[in-house]
């Protein structure tokens, strides 16, 4: 499923690649002097707008199945937390240790404000520009629930009258699961980064002020408007076709 802004994206790319053709079309009728909209200037566009284009989209599933893998590991975090301090709580370790116990489960289980979003709507927003905060705030939390289980599985370790028989709950067990935990979340991580500078990357090129798509075009309708007149058949060839910055 493509978001809105993506096939905004596609289509812009698609229309230049329509552009040059309806230029070539002109012949030796289009001969501008400005470089930046001569056809193998245009033709370049073209391509560095399908490599960014490309690269975004190369970098898409691996972020999607990173954040996949990490969040379903996580997922039952919380209720394992539960049954590790209940199992605590059901021998004689010290009170404060039980205590100790149950403040870091809290934060394991953390806090979320609004409504979980599926991972389409995660890419929707960041193709709105509106994706950062979320994901920084989301980040920040997955890495503290992970340090406050690291810290929980140590205080386990220092306390002896913690002896679950259940596989599960032993700190040999929890150790494990605590470290494939930070190895997919740094996975996670590393594909967020990848798929952010992507974005960038292809933003830059589709958009830049300078010498992005819009401004290339804008250039050449005016050049065209001085060789053929506005209601000239030409000229409608390349009116009709629809540019929009989308983030």
């Known amino acids: 499923m493509s978001s809105t802004s993506e096939t905004g994206h596609a289509k812009?790319?698609?229309?230049?690649?329509?552009?040059?053709?309806?230029?070539?079309?002109?012949?030796?009728?289009?001969?501008p002097s400005k470089e930046s909209i001569q056809l193998s200037a245009l033709r370049n566009l073209e391509t560095r707008c399908n490599n960014a284009m490309s690269n975004f989209k190369t970098a898409q599933p691996p972020y999607t199945r990173a954040i996949s893998d990490r969040d379903e590991l996580i997922k039952p975090l919380n209720k394992l937390a539960t049954r590790i301090v209940n199992a605590l709580m059901?021998?004689?370790?010290?009170?404060?240790?039980?205590?100790?116990?149950?403040?870091?489960?809290?934060k394991i289980a953390?806090?979320?404000i609004g409504a979980t979003k599926t991972e389409v709507q995660k890419q929707a927003l960041a193709e709105k520009g509106k994706s950062t905060r979320e994901i920084s705030t989301s980040q920040t939390s997955i890495d503290s629930r992970l340090e406050n289980f690291d810290k929980l599985i140590k205080l386990l370790e220092q306390t002896p009258e913690y002896m679950p028989n259940e596989e599960e709950l032993q700190t040999a067990s929890l150790i494990a699961?605590?470290?494939?935990?930070?190895?997919?979340n740094q996975a996670a991580v590393a594909a967020s980064k990848a798929i952010t500078n992507a974005r960038t990357a292809r933003n830059?090129?589709?958009?830049?002020?300078?010498?992005?798509i819009i401004t290339t075009v804008q250039a050449v309708r005016?050049?065209?408007?001085?060789?053929?007149?506005?209601?000239?058949?030409?000229y409608k060839q390349i009116s009709k076709l629809s540019f929009r910055i989308s983030k």
């Open 204 to 212: 830059e090129v589709l958009y830049d002020p300078k010498t992005g």
């Open 222 to 234: 005016k050049y065209l408007r001085s060789v053929f007149t506005v209601g000239s058949s030409q």
């Open 90 to 106: 059901a021998t004689d370790a010290p009170a404060h240790i039980g205590q100790a116990a149950q403040s870091l489960a809290k």
């Open 110 to 112: 953390g806090t979320r």
């Open 177 to 184: 699961l605590c470290s494939k935990l930070k190895e997919l």
């Open 12 to 31: 812009n790319v698609a229309n230049i690649g329509t552009l040059i053709i309806t230029l070539e079309g002109f012949g030796e009728k289009y001969k």
